[in-house]
């Protein structure tokens, strides 16, 4: 009588099972699985592409190290919230990470259930596979000035900009939605709107204290005679970092 059912994506996937026609343990089992292996390659792929970009840049090593220190010497040397969002300059290079070296060209791909008339007559049929092209908004040039580079610091500077923002600017939107974890249609890798990534929240801290820890408590560098930042394996749409490569690390 004291049972409640638990607020977690299997019970959801569960009690969905006729909706969607679900019948099987086995294909619930499936479905989870498919759901916690998303989980766990973006986050290993993303903070890989972090370290390969911090390695090729260690003039950032300082200005990262230095803005982690703050944040955990104002939390008592805790992993708080308030402690991971006050580390902007790591949100910031994160962020650039995510933009310069996505994982796929495309975000929040979707298949058509039923055929869909856009504004301008175009009609979509059922049972094509459709996406955003997120991998091209991040280089546009109109939204990100300079986009082929990867500035570190681009999204702290933007979160400085109060200015820009009351200015009514092209930039508003990028000001106001600089964070990590923002979405909106000048960053769609985490998605949009209602498909907008839920996981995003624990991914970006996740990412964070791992490389909090490794930025107060390591050295990393490139082997010698490297000087340029390894370039990512490419695969039709896809896009991921090279693990042949080799990044020198030992601690402090």
């Known amino acids: ?14 009690n969905a099972q006729a909706k969607f ?15 916690s292996f998303a989980a766990i390659h973006t986050t290993s792929l993303t903070t890989t592409n972090a370290l390969y970009w911090l390695a ?5 090593i300082p200005i990262l190290r230095d803005d982690v220190q703050q944040a955990l010497l ?21 962020r650039e ?67 820009a923002a009351e200015s009514g600017s092209k930039a508003a939107e990028v000001v106001a939605n600089s964070q990590f974890v923002s979405v909106g249609t000048s960053h769609l890798t985490f998605g949009y709107g209602r498909h907008a990534c839920p996981g995003r929240f624990f991914a970006v801290n996740e990412i964070k204290m791992i490389m909090a820890n490794i930025l107060c408590n390591y050295e990393i560098k490139l082997p010698d005679g490297v000087t340029e930042r390894y370039e990512n394996i490419k695969f039709g749409a896809g896009s991921v970092p090279d693990p042949t490569k080799t990044v020198m690390i030992r601690k402090i």
């Open 1 to 14: 009588d004291d049972y409640q059912e638990p607020d977690d994506m299997l019970q959801w996937m569960m």
């Open 21 to 35: 026609g679900q019948s099987t343990n086995r294909q619930l089992a499936q479905n989870q699985l498919g759901i």
């Open 56 to 60: 090729a840049k260690p003039e950032l």
């Open 74 to 94: 104002e939390s008592g040397g805790q992993f708080s919230s308030p402690a991971l969002q006050a580390m902007k300059k790591l949100d910031s290079f994160l």
């Open 97 to 163: 990470v995510l933009r310069c070296s996505p994982l796929g060209a495309g975000s929040f791909s979707r298949k058509v259930l039923k055929a869909i008339k856009l504004p301008n007559g175009q009609v979509i049929p059922p049972d094509n596979v459709i996406e955003i092209p997120a991998g091209g908004v991040n280089l546009d040039d109109e939204i990100f000035p300079d986009a082929e580079v990867f500035d570190a610091l681009r999204y702290y500077k933007l979160r400085q900009a109060k200015d």
